[in-house]
């Protein structure tokens, strides 16, 4: 009996790994969200694709739970098109094979080009789009610095190349106008821009606006707020699949992934629909694993290989900067650029909140006197907004405090020289342009 367990076990293994054996079952329960498949449990792993014949046309999903009698799949279009009793077969697992040529084009989630230039190049070798992040002791260390040309972030939260930081923002407080400024980041080989639950109309602004410049070496992946959650949930691991190539080879690649936050409800609507529980504000257990999985794999990568730096917007619902979903991305990332509603009201762009963010890898990009120099600025900065109210209430008197004295005077020249929009240069050096405005 035990050498029978043996060869079934192999024989099902073997079936398993085979793309050549069209391995298929029957449709035999239809949701509004999802539908089940008989007869193919035992050949299937999470994550294979399926393919659904309707009326002639394939419908491709993916497999989201695996029970003994049947699949729970989740289809990558809107729109399910099964009826009880249509045929289903096993398509294997997701993989792209991305091609330097890649560089330009404009794909949707599954890796398809959607921008009228032609069918893509085929790379060579097949790379999974669930990759797992690389060794953490064979990674490279964070070292080289980076200029965004955003004066706020270099002064204040200086990032280095193989950095992963988020821009945490409510709606409408000018997070994908920050992200188009840091589009135009120079010393990469290669960009990847992942928008993610976006407008349609923010497509064509992106491409024909901040990146145009760039255009020749980005590679764009979109997934729009109408379509279904499964193509939302694979956007950025296309995006990261893409970018992982482009590491590999040794290039120094940017990703702007915008935003995680759709990700992560599309997660959400993906493992509900799986069966998963509710745990935090709607959000299933799973949600809290996909996120570090996706983030950690962008960063430096193996030694001799290249790095990916990685911005990743977080839109906080309500402007609630303790929801579950930007806590857990707040601690997986290595800093954090926070947008203040407050701040855009006043008309100050980009309404960076200089005193709630933070870059965990400053220090290997300061010098001592510029670190004392951020020390103290912020220590400025802090003593003008405490006493805002006393001073509108007329409870300040000059001549009183020589420190509050400085901070009236210099502060809101300090916010003259972070203002910036997209329209104006580039920083070159924002320590210098922040000393000559002083000056004046």
């Not at 921008?115 to 060579?124: A, H, R, T, V, Y």
């Not at 993906?270 to 996909?290: C, I, K, N, Q, W």
């Not at 020390?375 to 003008?384: E, K, N, P, V």
Request: aromatic content about 4%; overall charge negative; proline content about 6%.
């Amino acid at each position: 009996m035990d050498a029978l367990d043996r060869l079934e076990a192999a024989i099902t293994a073997g079936l398993s790994s085979s793309h050549l054996l069209n391995v298929s079952g029957i449709v035999r329960e239809v949701a509004p969200s999802h539908y089940s498949v008989s007869g193919i449990s035992q050949f299937v792993r999470l994550g294979d694709r399926i393919g659904l014949d309707a009326n002639g046309r394939i419908q491709i999903g993916e497999v989201v739970r695996i029970d003994a009698d049947a699949v729970v799949v989740k289809p990558f279009e809107g729109r399910i098109d099964a009826s009880v009793g249509y045929r289903a077969r096993r398509l294997g697992h997701a993989s792209l094979m991305p091609h330097p040529l890649w560089k330009g084009r404009v794909v949707n989630a599954m890796g398809d080009p959607i921008d009228d230039l032609g069918p893509l190049s085929i790379g060579s070798d097949p790379m999974p789009s669930d990759a797992e992040p690389p060794p953490a002791m064979s990674r490279a260390r964070v070292q080289s610095s980076l200029k965004t040309g955003v004066r706020a972030i270099d002064l204040f939260t200086p990032l280095c190349h193989g950095q992963r930081i988020g821009i945490f923002a409510g709606s409408g407080v000018g997070k994908s106008t920050l992200l188009s400024m840091l589009a135009r980041c120079q010393g990469f080989d290669t960009i990847v821009v992942a928008l993610v639950g976006e407008r349609g109309r923010e497509v064509r602004e992106f491409l024909e606006g901040p990146i145009e410049q760039t255009r020749d070496r980005a590679v764009m992946i979109v997934s729009t707020g109408d379509e279904s959650p499964m193509m939302r949930r694979q956007a950025p691991k296309t995006a990261l699949c893409i970018a992982e190539y482009f590491r590999d080879r040794g290039e120094s690649v940017l990703l702007i992934v915008d935003s995680v936050t759709r990700f992560a409800h599309a997660a959400r609507d993906v493992a509900l629909a799986a069966g998963e529980p509710a745990v935090a504000r709607g959000y299933t257990p799973s949600v809290f694993s996909d996120l570090p999985r996706l983030l950690e794999r962008a960063g430096p990568g193996e030694e001799g290989k290249g790095s990916i730096t990685g911005i990743f917007s977080v839109l906080i619902d309500g402007d609630d900067h303790n929801d579950p979903v930007a806590d857990s991305i707040r601690g997986t990332l290595d800093g954090h650029i926070v947008l203040d509603r407050a701040i855009a009201d006043q008309g100050r762009y980009p309404a960076i909140n200089v005193l709630g963010s933070i870059s965990r890898l400053a220090d290997n990009v300061w010098t001592s006197e510029q670190k004392e120099l951020v020390r103290r600025l912020r220590s400025m900065i802090a003593r003008f907004e405490d006493t805002r109210d006393l001073r509108l209430m007329g409870g300040y008197n000059p001549g009183n405090d020589p420190e509050l004295d400085q901070a009236v005077a210099l502060v809101p020249k300090i916010y003259d020289a972070l203002r910036q929009d997209p329209a104006m240069p580039a920083s070159t050096d924002a320590f210098q342009e922040l000393a000559e405005i002083l000056r004046k």
